[in-house]
C-alpha cells in the first residue's frame, strides 16, 4: 500500500540500462486503496511535489524555459515498468519517451557542435 | 600475476590520489607552525575516509548507486537540494584552489606568472575530460602524483631532531606563542583535507563508471585500506618536512613555493624539479576529480545520464556542467584571489558540509534493501558513528573558529 514510498525519488533506467531520470511524482487512481498509475518524471513534477517557495521556483522556472510545447514532463505508465528495486527498469527504450527540452537544446547548440562529441 | 597486477597498479593510483592541494597547504601550515603536534588529525582524517570510503564503495559495487543518488533517495528531494546546492558551491570552490596550485606549479618551473597559466590551465583541463578514457584519466595522474613521495626522501636530508618530532606528536596541545584557537582552526582544515567530500563523491561515481560488481569488492577495499593510509603518509611527510624546517626558525608558509621548499633544502635541484611535478599532477588530477564531481552531484540528482561511458552528446547537460565548472573555476582565480587563501576558504567550506555527504553513506550501508548480507557490521557501525560525531563538531566549529582566529591569523 505503501508502494510509491519505494518508488519516489529512485533512479529510473531504461531497458538498456541508458538513464532516464528520476521518480519526481507518482500518480495515483482514485480507487481505494489507491495503487501507481504512472511515474511522473522532470522538473514540474518535481517543483510541484516539493511544495512551498523552492518548489515553486523549480517549476516556475521549468515552465518559463520551456514555453513552446510545455515543460518537460515525462508520464511513464506503470504497465511500461519491468520492475521495481535500487533502481525502476523500464520495459521500453529512452528513445520512445519525449525527451527533456534542456537535453535536447544543450547537445543542439553546445554539445553536439564540439569536436569529438559523438566519441564515447 | 594478472590479478596481482591489477591491484598493485589500484593502490599505487590510491596513494598518488590521495593528495590535494588542500593536504598539501594544510599539511606545510600546520607542520611549519605546530611540528608535528598535529599529526594526530591526519591519522584520524585517514581512518575516517578509509571507514566511509568502503562503504560508499560497497554501496556502489553491489546497487550500482553512487553516493548524491543516495543522498536524495534517503533525504528526499528538498533536503538533498540545499546539499545539492552547496556541495555544488564547494565543488567548485575546490576546483578552483586546485587549478590555482596547477598554475603555481607551472610559474615555479618557468617563471612565468601563474595568473598566464589559469586559462591555459583550464582548457588543458577540459579537454582532458572531454577527450581521454576515464581509467586513463585516473592511473596517469594518480601515478605521477607518487613522485610526491619525494617529501619522505627528503625527510632525513635535513637532519631533523627525530625525538623531537616523536615528542611533538605525542604531545597534542598548541606549541610555544600559539593558543588553542589556532591549533583548533588547522585541526579542523587538515581533517577536511582527508575526508573532503568530493573524494567520496568521485570515488563511487568511478565505481559506476567502471562497472564494478561484488567480485570487485577486495580490489576496492585493498585499494582504499592500503592505498589511502599510504597516500596519508604522504601528508605526514609534508608535515613533517615543514616541521623540521620551518618551526625551529619561528617561520610560516604561505604559498606554493615555501611549501616546496623543504624538498629543495634537502635533495636540491632534482629534488626540487621532482617535487614541482609532484604539485603539478597531484593538482591537476584533483582538479579532473572535481570537474567531473561536478558533473556527477547535479546529474545524479536529477537522474541525467553522466559519465564518460557513454559519449558527450547522449550526455550533453552532464558535460554542460563540467564544462561550466571549469568556466567557474578559472573566474574565481580572475578575481585575483591568492590560491593559498583561497585552499584555506575551501578547506573551511568542506568541513561545513561535511555531515550533508557522510550521513547518507551511513543510513544507506545499513539498508538491506540496498546491500543483502553487505550490510554494516556492528564494528564498521561503532567506528563510523564514532566519526559522524566528530564530523558534526568540525562542522559546527569551523567557521566559528575562522572567524576567531582570523583564519590562522
Redesign the interface.
Known sequence: MFVWFHLLDRQVVDRDGQLVGKVDDVELSDEDPPRVVALLLGPRPLGERMGGWLGGLIANAATRLHSESGPYRARIPYEHVASTGTEIRLRVRRELLPEPALEEWLREHVIGRIPGSSDA | MKKVFAVTLGILTAIGGFIDVGDFVASSQAGARFGMSLAWVLVLGVLGICVYSEMAGRVTAI???AVF?LI??RL???V??VNLVAAFLVTLITLGAELGGVALALELASGVYYLLWVPVAGFVLWIAL??LKFETLERVFGLAGLTLVVFLVALPHLHPQWSSLWQQASQPVPSGSENWNTYGYFAVSLFASAMTPYEVFFFSSGGVEEKWGPDELPVMRANVFVGFPLGGLLSLGIMATAAALFQPLDAQVNSVGQAALPVAVGLGRVGLIVVILGIFAATFGAALENGLSAGYTVAQ??????G??????AA??F??VV?LAIVIGVLVLFTTIDPVQLTEFMLVFNAVILPLTYLPILVVANDR??LGDHVNGWFTNLLATIFLVILVIVSIAAIPLMIVTGMGG
Not at chain 2, 301 to 306: N, T
Not at chain 2, 308 to 313: G, M
Request: aromatic fraction near 22%; glycine fraction near 6%; proline fraction near 6%.
Open positions: 546497487s550500482n548507486l543518488d536524495r533517495e528526499g528531494p528538498r538533498a537540494l572531454w577527450r540528482y536529477f537522474g541525467w545520464q553522466w564518460k561511458r557513454v559519449a558527450p552528446r550533453a547537460r558535460h554542460f564544462l534493501e540496498y
